[in-house]
């Protein structure tokens, strides 16, 4: 895939492949792409060159009579439904309870009824520890209260990749914990696949199969976390490492 922002080649001919129920782990220093990765993935920014399948499925463009033709957005659609992601800044609907902002899409999206949805809800915000603030409204909860939110919603489309962008960063250190926990959860009790930006190491290494360097738009290394983490081979690596750890 390539991505430009303007004369600014962001992602270079980047290429890589996510086996279904993977968790892989995007590391490297701010600026180098990462976020913009997984913007491409759920379509929320349109890939300058290149390609982007989901399982088997041309996402953006396909190659057709030898040229790179767009996939209309309906079809885009029906694909990145399965996707959820999960923002730095939770990003719920304020104006909504806790509740609606669970509900909201499967009901418009996947047409469950009112109650079926709010069943669904119920026992997502059990599983991240919220049952009792289903008729709360964001801001009537913490940070982490919010992204736990956040992640509940996302499941509530029954996902089937999981794209999570530096969840914690926003959070006061205590709140983490519950967030990670949670996080850890739906790794331990699913296949869901998931890529994953995070400077949490230690998160890293207990729920992804493989760790990717990036630089500058390209993976620099990659590999296992725990052979990435405690022997990097590429000094860029080394460099980011001991700057973040
Ligand atoms: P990371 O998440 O690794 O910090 P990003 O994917 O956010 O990196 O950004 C990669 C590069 O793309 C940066 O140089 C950034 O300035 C640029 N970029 C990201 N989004 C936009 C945008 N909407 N318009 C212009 N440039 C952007
Ligand atoms: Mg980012």
């Known amino acids: 895939m390539v991505k430009r ?5 962001v992602l270079d001919d980047l ?17 180098s792409g990462k976020t913009t990765i997984l913007r491409l993935v759920m379509t929320l920014e349109e890939l300058s ?26 079809q885009r659609r029906r694909i990145t439904q399965h996707i959820g992601m999960v923002f730095q800044h939770f990003n719920l609907f304020p104006n909504m309870t806790v509740l609606e902002n669970i509900t909201e899409a499967p009901i418009h999206v996947m047409g469950l009824s009112k109650a ?23 801001s009537q909860l913490s940070g982490g209260q919010q992204q736990r939110v956040a992640i509940a919603r996302a499941l509530a489309m029954d996902p089937e990749i999981l ?8 959070l006061d250190p205590e709140l983490v914990g519950d967030v990670l926990a949670v996080l850890k959860d ?8 998931m890529l ?12 992804s199969n493989r760790v990717m360097m990036f630089d500058q738009g390209s993976v620099v290394e990659e590999g296992h976390p725990e052979k990435i983490f405690s022997e990097p081979e590429n000094q860029r690596t080394q460099d980011f490492l001991r700057a973040v750890l």
């Open 5 to 9: 922002f303007g004369d600014n080649t």
């Open 49 to 74: 060159g290149g390609y982007i399948h989901v399982g088997g499925q041309p996402l953006q463009y396909e190659e057709s009579g030898g040229k790179r033709v767009r996939i209309p957005d309906r």
């Open 163 to 170: 794209l999570l962008d530096e969840v914690t960063s926003a």
């Open 116 to 138: 079926e949805a709010a069943s669904k809800a119920e026992g997502l915000l059990d599983k991240v520890g919220l049952a009792d603030k289903k008729n709360a409204r964001p």
């Open 186 to 193: 739906i790794a331990a009790e699913t296949d869901i696949s």
């Open 15 to 31: 290429n890589f492949t996510v086996s279904q129920g993977e968790r892989v782990t995007l590391i490297g220093p701010s600026g």
């Open 196 to 207: 994953i930006v995070t400077h949490e190491m230690q998160f890293a290494k207990d729920v």
